[in-house]
T-cell receptor, first 110, second 117 residues
Framework: KNEVEQSPQNLTAQEGEFITINCSYSVGISALHWLQQHPGGGIVSLFMLSSGKKKHGRLIATINIQEKHSSLHITASHPRDSAVYICAVSSMDSNYQLIWGAGTKLIIKP | ETGVTQSPTHLIKTRGQQVTLRCSSQSGHNTVSWYQQALGQGPQFIFQYYREEENGRGNFPPRFSGLQFPNYSSELNVNALELDDSALYLC????????????????FGNGTRLTVT
């Protein structure tokens, strides 16, 4: 079993839909990151969380430390949101190495 | 705009050759990490540098080596290239101490796409 699991692996939705991507982890963490990667491109950091909830524009990230679970939500989704969304955690045992989820490929159709 | 610049953007090398990839970080970002991302897979941690010293290494052979310079730039060197080294190479920088670097927001470059033929 991977230490960081994301679901779904692939998600296709219509423009305007509310999107939720989930991340569960099995290790003790000091922080959790949500990142976005466009095809062929670099990675953009969206959020870094250690507790609670953060919001940036149409993006919302939440984390439940007790349940070892985080969600990334996109409101009023748009085709430009199409990308791979990756959850990564910094393990308490290894602060210099991130443990990465496999990513969720999101496609928003107009 | 992350403030992290990687060069070159694309590179084609033949098996057995050596390659140097470069990363320029934001001023004040003492920690830089390098990742290898094969097509369709997630990034794999190569190593991290903090204040010009290697501070952690993933499961990569010694022919992968690095340098970090006082001006916040860094290099990834790969010797004796193999076909499986073909990948997107990403660098990520962050401020703060190495031990807490991943408790700081990460700043990634756009990567260097290396093709080994």
């Amino acid at each position: 079993k991977n230490e960081v699991e994301q679901s779904p692996q692939n998600l296709t939705a219509q423009e305007g839909e509310f999107i939720t991507i989930n991340c569960s982890y099995s290790v003790g963490i000091s922080a959790l990151h949500w990142l976005q990667q466009h095809p062929g491109g670099g990675i953009v950091s969206l959020f870094m969380l250690s507790s609670g909830k953060k919001k940036h524009g149409r993006l919302i990230a939440t984390i439940n430390i007790q349940e070892k679970h985080s969600s990334l939500h996109i409101t009023a989704s748009h085709p430009r949101d199409s990308a791979v969304y990756i959850c990564a955690v910094s393990s308490m045992d290894s602060n210099y190495q991130l443990i990465w989820g496999a990513g969720t490929k999101l496609i928003i159709k107009p | 705009e992350t403030g992290v610049t990687q060069s070159p953007t694309h590179l084609i090398k033949t098996r057995g050759q050596q390659v140097t990839l470069r990363c320029s970080s934001q001023s004040g970002h003492n920690t830089v990490s390098w990742y290898q991302q094969a097509l369709g897979q997630g990034p794999q941690f190569i190593f991290q540098y903090y204040r010009e010293e290697e501070n952690g290494r993933g499961n990569f052979p010694p022919r992968f080596s690095g340098l970090q310079f006082p001006n916040y730039s860094s290099e990834l060197n790969v010797n004796a290239l193999e076909l499986d080294d073909s990948a997107l190479y990403l660098c990520a920088s962050s401020p703060g101490t190495a031990g807490s670097s991943y408790n700081s927001p990460l700043h990634f470059g756009n990567g260097t796409r290396l093709t080994v033929t």
